[in-house]
């Protein structure tokens, strides 16, 4: 199996969307997330900075992801995953694999899981690991 590839994905590349929320104007780790994830072989877009709630669900809708992930530094991870689980949920997206990573104090990993996201990977996590998870969770 190469590089990317998931017995649970048919053999098809792993798609992600990877979106900045909110008013974060920091993308450089993001951009580095980013590349980690296409040297892995996976299919990545990347959505931008200053991405709404709405915005990110309607792109994930339109391109059927296998990974849903965000990159936040701002620090409102919280207020924004709060708006964005209801539209994920109405649009059908409960079924895909949500990460997060960033600037996310562990007081908050809990509120995080409890909201969906399967993955958290705070400031400082090692590229191969977040790979990796989603290589093992990608249904």
């Not at 991405?51 to 994930?60: D, F, H």
Request: charged letters at 25%; a neutral charge.
């Amino acid at each position: 199996m190469s590089a990317g590839m998931n017995a649970g994905t048919g053999g098809k590349r792993i798609r992600v969307v990877l979106a900045k929320p909110g008013l974060d104007g920091h993308d450089q780790g993001a951009k580095v997330v980013v590349r980690a994830m296409m040297d892995a072989g996976f299919e990545v877009l990347y959505t931008g900075l200053r991405q709404t709630p709405e915005m990110v669900a309607r792109i994930a809708t339109e391109e059927d992801p296998d990974v849903i992930a965000l990159s936040s530094l701002a620090g409102s991870h919280l207020p924004f995953c709060k708006r964005l689980k209801p539209l994920l949920d109405a649009a059908g997206l409960t079924d895909k694999l949500w990460l997060i990573g960033g600037n996310l104090p562990k007081q908050d990993h809990e509120a995080l899981r409890a909201l969906g996201f399967r993955g958290i990977f705070p400031t400082g996590s090692r590229l191969d690991d977040i790979t990796t998870f989603i290589k093992e969770h990608v249904q």
